[in-house]
Protein backbone atom coordinates (compact mmCIF):
# COMPACT_ATOMS: atom_id res chain seq x y z
CA UNK A 1 0.00 0.00 0.00
CA UNK A 2 1.65 3.63 -0.90
CA UNK A 3 0.11 6.50 0.21
CA UNK A 4 0.86 9.88 -2.12
CA UNK A 5 0.39 13.70 -1.21
CA UNK A 6 1.06 16.15 -4.47
CA UNK A 7 1.89 19.92 -3.56
CA UNK A 8 3.90 22.93 -5.08
CA UNK A 9 1.01 23.73 -7.26
CA UNK A 10 0.10 27.01 -8.26
CA UNK A 11 -0.29 29.88 -11.04
CA UNK A 12 2.58 31.42 -13.09
CA UNK A 13 3.07 32.98 -16.54
CA UNK A 14 4.07 31.40 -19.76
CA UNK A 15 7.40 30.87 -20.09
CA UNK A 16 8.14 30.53 -15.90
CA UNK A 17 8.87 27.25 -14.33
CA UNK A 18 7.55 25.04 -10.91
CA UNK A 19 8.18 22.31 -9.31
CA UNK A 20 5.64 19.82 -8.22
CA UNK A 21 6.27 17.24 -5.59
CA UNK A 22 5.07 14.04 -4.36
CA UNK A 23 5.34 12.32 -0.75
CA UNK A 24 5.07 8.89 -1.04
CA UNK A 25 4.02 6.50 2.25
CA UNK A 26 5.40 3.02 2.40
CA UNK A 27 8.65 0.61 3.25
CA UNK A 28 8.84 -0.42 -0.58
CA UNK A 29 8.85 3.17 -2.31
CA UNK A 30 11.94 2.11 -3.95
CA UNK A 31 10.19 -0.90 -6.10
CA UNK A 32 7.87 1.21 -7.89
CA UNK A 33 7.71 2.70 -10.83
CA UNK A 34 6.62 6.60 -9.89
CA UNK A 35 4.47 8.80 -12.59
CA UNK A 36 3.04 12.08 -13.20
CA UNK A 37 -0.56 12.51 -15.11
CA UNK A 38 -1.96 15.49 -15.92
CA UNK A 39 -5.91 15.85 -16.15
CA UNK A 40 -8.40 19.03 -17.07
CA UNK A 41 -11.85 18.67 -16.51
CA UNK A 42 -13.53 16.75 -19.53
CA UNK A 43 -10.62 14.96 -20.41
CA UNK A 44 -9.31 11.46 -19.54
CA UNK A 45 -5.83 11.54 -17.59
CA UNK A 46 -2.88 12.18 -19.80
CA UNK A 47 0.62 10.43 -19.27
CA UNK A 48 3.36 13.17 -18.54
CA UNK A 49 6.40 11.07 -17.30
CA UNK A 50 7.70 8.22 -15.24
CA UNK A 51 10.38 7.14 -13.42
CA UNK A 52 10.99 3.46 -13.48
CA UNK A 53 14.30 3.49 -10.70
CA UNK A 54 16.95 1.13 -11.03
CA UNK A 55 18.74 3.68 -12.89
CA UNK A 56 16.57 3.20 -15.78
CA UNK A 57 16.27 6.45 -18.03
CA UNK A 58 12.94 7.95 -17.27
CA UNK A 59 9.65 8.08 -20.31
CA UNK A 60 8.69 11.40 -20.74
CA UNK A 61 4.96 12.00 -22.91
CA UNK A 62 6.36 13.85 -26.21
CA UNK A 63 4.28 17.37 -25.45
CA UNK A 64 6.66 17.38 -22.54
CA UNK A 65 9.81 15.80 -23.10
CA UNK A 66 12.78 18.43 -23.00
CA UNK A 67 10.62 21.28 -20.79
CA UNK A 68 10.22 18.61 -18.21
CA UNK A 69 12.13 16.57 -15.47
CA UNK A 70 11.31 13.55 -13.38
CA UNK A 71 13.04 12.66 -10.10
CA UNK A 72 12.80 10.65 -7.46
CA UNK A 73 14.45 10.60 -4.04
CA UNK A 74 14.45 7.03 -2.55
CA UNK A 75 15.71 7.88 1.01
CA UNK A 76 13.15 10.70 1.74
CA UNK A 77 9.68 8.86 -0.79
CA UNK A 78 9.77 11.70 -2.63
CA UNK A 79 8.96 12.39 -6.27
CA UNK A 80 9.89 15.85 -7.90
CA UNK A 81 8.28 17.48 -11.45
CA UNK A 82 10.38 20.11 -12.17
CA UNK A 83 8.42 21.82 -15.08
CA UNK A 84 10.07 24.73 -17.80
CA UNK A 85 8.75 26.87 -20.41
CA UNK A 86 5.26 26.71 -19.12
CA UNK A 87 2.45 26.72 -21.78
CA UNK A 88 -1.08 27.70 -21.36
CA UNK A 89 -1.40 24.21 -22.56
CA UNK A 90 -0.04 22.94 -19.69
CA UNK A 91 -2.75 23.90 -17.05
CA UNK A 92 -4.21 20.89 -15.33
CA UNK A 93 -4.45 19.03 -12.51
CA UNK A 94 -0.97 17.11 -11.82
CA UNK A 95 -1.06 13.59 -9.99
CA UNK A 96 1.19 11.19 -8.50
CA UNK A 97 1.07 7.97 -9.27
CA UNK A 98 2.63 4.66 -8.04
CA UNK A 99 2.53 1.32 -9.84
CA UNK A 100 4.96 -1.94 -10.34
CA UNK A 101 7.54 -2.42 -12.53
CA UNK A 102 6.89 -3.59 -16.20
CA UNK A 103 9.67 -4.82 -18.51
CA UNK A 104 8.87 -2.27 -21.00
CA UNK A 105 7.62 2.11 -21.37
CA UNK A 106 4.65 1.01 -23.04
CA UNK A 107 2.29 0.22 -20.36
CA UNK A 108 2.95 3.17 -18.17
CA UNK A 109 1.12 5.49 -20.67
CA UNK A 110 -2.27 3.83 -19.19
CA UNK A 111 -3.44 5.33 -16.29
CA UNK A 112 -5.22 2.04 -15.13
CA UNK A 113 -2.06 0.47 -15.16
CA UNK A 114 -0.79 2.52 -11.68
CA UNK A 115 -2.99 1.47 -8.70
CA UNK A 116 -2.09 3.86 -6.44
CA UNK A 117 -2.66 7.31 -6.70
CA UNK A 118 -2.49 11.02 -5.23
CA UNK A 119 -4.98 13.90 -4.98
CA UNK A 120 -3.54 16.06 -7.26
CA UNK A 121 -2.20 19.78 -7.55
CA UNK A 122 -3.56 22.27 -9.52
CA UNK A 123 -1.10 23.89 -12.29
CA UNK A 124 -2.65 27.22 -14.10
CA UNK A 125 -0.35 28.70 -16.68
CA UNK A 126 -1.23 31.89 -18.02
CA UNK A 127 -0.43 33.93 -21.43
Known amino acids: QVQLIESGGGSVQAGDSLRVSCAAS????????MGWFRQVPGKDREFVAV????????YYANSVKGRFTISRDNANTMVYLQMSSLKPEDTAVYLC????????????????????WGQGTQVTVSS
Open 51 to 58: DRGSGISP
Open 97 to 116: AAGPNYLSNAPYSSPQNFPY
Open 26 to 33: GRTFSGYA
